[in-house]
């Protein structure tokens, strides 16, 4: 197939991956999908595409083959699920929705349909993260010592109660500042560092009117034997920090927004040969065309995204009971 039709369904960040869509090679924008009626003819005005209220009329269109889900995090699986089985490959924002069992339904149904999953964690892409990821693979970090994944952001009161005051419940959110800006990276630390075997978390609700956390904090125990930290808060007076750090016996890398990929390498010789390594792919929608065109494999496919919500439902976990979780 030399090109991939799209819908999008979900445009508030999902207007921006539909721009991105339309400047993809292989990709074409078909179709995009809002409740809001005003908002969805005015993306397809401006993006040149067809556009609908309605998730079916997307669904039936036989020039659609990849549905991009950006609804709020607690619908994901739900009409991820709608669009597998009407033999669309799938690409859900992050989380990949809000609980395992969400992530569990969402995968079966793709495997059943024989559809393509994948999951939106932009950062994965982003040249310094995936050089880190690549090196810690050969090894050229040594011995994995400790991992950690800080961010402070601030949020207004007014951020919570915007379109119908989804974000920080349990239902729709899945979680606080972890489960949502956090979880760029929990997933870059799991790419890193691997799966925890021990979790101990603390977390609290400081300065907003929300059900989740607004201050969260972890320590963990990696299988490998490493430690981690995790700090993630949206009580920051400014957006001040939003990065991971990895170091191991060889070397160290200071990502200072995983976003961006700027960063501060340790080690002799060691940035020289971080950049050796190029990432093949911009975003998730060029590596989705390469896998449906070439078969290449996607960076995070269903299982991938389900790691991070076992993780943080394992926080949560440690959090409510006040002690440390084995996983």
């Given at each position: 197939?030399?090109?991939?039709?799209?819908?999008?369904?979900?445009?508030?960040?999902?207007?921006?991956?539909?721009?991105?869509?339309?400047?993809?090679?292989?990709?074409?924008?078909?179709?995009?999908?809002?409740?809001?009626?005003?908002?969805?003819?005015?993306?397809?005005?401006?993006?040149?595409?067809?556009?609908?209220?309605?998730?079916?009329?997307?669904?039936?269109?036989?020039?659609?083959?990849?549905?991009?889900?950006?609804?709020?995090?607690?619908?994901?699986?739900?009409?991820?699920?709608?669009?597998?089985?009407?033999?669309?490959?799938?690409?859900?924002?992050?989380?990949?929705?809000?609980?395992?069992?969400?992530?569990?339904?969402?995968?079966?149904?793709?495997?059943?349909?024989?559809?393509?999953?994948?999951?939106?964690?932009?950062?994965?892409?982003?040249?310094?993260?995936?050089?880190?990821?690549?090196?810690?693979?050969?090894?050229?970090?040594?011995?994995?010592?400790?991992?950690?994944?800080?961010?402070?952001?601030?949020?207004?009161?007014?951020?919570?109660?915007?379109?119908?005051?989804?974000?920080?419940?349990?239902?729709?959110?899945?979680?606080?500042?972890?489960?949502?800006?956090?979880?760029?990276?929990?997933?870059?630390?799991?790419?890193?560092?691997?799966?925890?075997?021990?979790?101990?978390?603390?977390?609290?609700?400081?300065?907003?009117?929300?059900?989740?956390?607004?201050?969260?904090?972890?320590?963990?125990?990696?299988?490998?034997?490493?430690?981690?930290?995790?700090?993630?808060?949206?009580?920051?007076?400014?957006?001040?920090?939003?990065?991971?750090?990895?170091?191991?016996?060889?070397?160290?890398?200071?990502?200072?927004?995983?976003?961006?990929?700027?960063?501060?390498?340790?080690?002799?010789?060691?940035?020289?040969?971080?950049?050796t390594i190029e990432n093949p792919y911009r975003n998730v929608i060029e590596n989705m065309v390469a896998a449906v065109r070439e078969g290449v494999p996607l960076y995070i496919d269903g299982s991938e995204g389900r790691r991070t919500v076992a993780l943080?439902?394992?926080?949560?976990?440690?959090?409510?009971?006040?002690?440390?979780?084995?996983?």
């Amino acid at each position: 197939m030399d090109i991939l039709g799209f819908a999008v369904v979900g445009l508030g960040m999902g207007r921006n991956r539909a721009r991105i869509i339309k400047d993809t090679a292989g990709a074409a924008l078909r179709v995009v999908v809002d409740l809001n009626a005003e908002l969805a003819r005015e993306t397809a005005l401006e993006l040149e595409c067809d556009w609908t209220s309605e998730l079916a009329t997307a669904l039936d269109r036989k020039d659609v083959q990849v549905v991009m889900v950006m609804t709020p995090s607690g619908h994901h699986a739900k009409i991820g699920v709608q669009a597998a089985k009407a033999g669309k490959h799938v690409i859900s924002t992050k989380p990949m929705d809000v609980t395992t069992e969400a992530c569990d339904a969402l995968i079966d149904a793709a495997d059943q349909a024989g559809v393509l999953l994948g999951v939106d964690y932009e950062s994965r892409y982003v040249a310094a993260n995936y050089r880190l990821a690549k090196a810690i693979e050969r090894g050229w970090l040594g011995k994995l010592l400790l991992g950690e994944a800080r961010f402070k952001w601030f949020r207004a009161e007014e951020y919570y109660k915007h379109n119908q005051s989804w974000r920080g419940t349990w239902a729709m959110d899945g979680g606080g500042s972890l489960a949502n800006q956090g979880s760029h990276l929990l997933d870059l630390l799991l790419w890193y560092m691997g799966d925890p075997v021990r979790v101990y978390a603390e977390t609290a609700v400081m300065n907003h009117a929300i059900e989740t956390e607004d201050i969260g904090l972890v320590i963990l125990n990696f299988a490998n034997g490493a430690k981690g930290t995790i700090l993630g808060t949206t009580t920051f007076p400014a957006r001040g920090y939003f990065g991971t750090e990895v170091h191991g016996t060889e070397g160290a890398v200071l990502t200072h927004e995983a976003l961006k990929g700027t960063w501060t390498v340790f080690g002799d010789g060691l940035e020289e040969r971080l950049l050796t390594i190029e990432n093949p792919y911009r975003n998730v929608i060029e590596n989705m065309v390469a896998a449906v065109r070439e078969g290449v494999p996607l960076y995070i496919d269903g299982s991938e995204g389900r790691r991070t919500v076992a993780l943080l439902e394992t926080i949560y976990r440690s959090s409510r009971e006040g002690r440390a979780v084995e996983t």
